[in-house]
């Protein structure tokens, strides 16, 4: 069983489209993440959310709205992309907020065309 | 401004000898640290961490020790196996801020030659 899923695990589109990414844990954590790991390999936190609630936004564009229905799930919609939002994104999740060993999904490597 | 840095984007060892890693910080306040191993078209996985009321940690073949004056942690593999061959991320943050970000480096890709 895939403890943190993601899909697409490649995605490929238009400058200017929207889309989403979806992720789900099954380990029954509270805490999930969003990490963009750029051309350079920085993996940078982007959102965090507990118990569906955001607590943690780095300067994040607000092209990018994550959304949460539950606490096993926690998605990424994109909109209007760019040329610089092609990265790889990996969703995580911790068991609580002050849980510092995070459960990294496999990756959705996006590419903007 | 990048406060975790892994100066050696690569290292290769033979298989049984001994494996470091190395990572540097510029964050005083960094209190916790974590490596990650993470194989290709994978996401990164949880290997060891350390508090800084440390200076070391073991588990297994891996230890994990911490030189808080320097700013600097290092990774030991010993013996190294070729399933060691993967991508390690040195990651740090501040516990005591009440800030639960993690901060990583860019990673070393360390290959195992048998």
């Known amino acids: 069983d895939t403890a943190v899923s993601q899909t697409p695990k490649y995605l490929v589109t238009q400058m200017g489209n929207d889309k989403s990414i979806k992720c789900e844990q099954n380990?029954?954590?509270?805490?999930m993440y969003w990490y963009k790991q750029d051309s350079k390999k920085f993996l940078k936190i982007m959102f965090s959310?507990?118990?569906?609630?955001?607590?943690i936004n780095e300067t994040v564009p607000n092209r990018f709205s994550p959304k949460s229905p539950d606490k096993a799930h926690l998605n990424l919609h994109i909109n209007s992309l760019e040329l610089g939002d092609s990265a790889v994104y990996f969703c995580a999740s911790s068991a609580t907020v002050a849980s510092y060993e995070q459960y990294f999904g496999p990756g959705t490597r996006l590419t903007v065309t | 401004d990048q406060q975790v840095k892994q100066n050696s984007p690569s290292l290769s060892v033979q298989e049984g000898r001994i494996s470091i890693l190395n990572c540097d910080y510029t964050?005083?306040?960094?209190?916790?640290f974590l490596w990650y191993k993470k194989y290709p078209a994978e996401g990164p996985t949880f290997l060891i961490s350390?508090?800084?009321?440390?200076d070391k940690n073991e588990d297994g073949r891996f230890t994990v020790f911490l030189n808080k004056s320097a700013k600097h942690l290092s990774l030991h593999i010993v013996p190294s196996q070729p399933g060691d061959s993967a991508v390690y991320f040195c990651?740090?943050?501040?516990?005591?801020?009440?800030?639960?970000?993690?901060?990583f480096g860019t990673g070393t890709r360390l290959t195992i030659i048998p």
């Open positions: 964050n005083s306040m960094f209190d916790y």
């Open positions: 380990l029954g954590h509270d805490t």
């Open positions: 350390i508090s800084s009321i440390k």
């Open positions: 959310y507990n118990n569906k609630e955001l607590i």
């Open positions: 990651a740090a943050s501040d516990m005591l801020s009440g800030n639960e970000k993690l901060t």
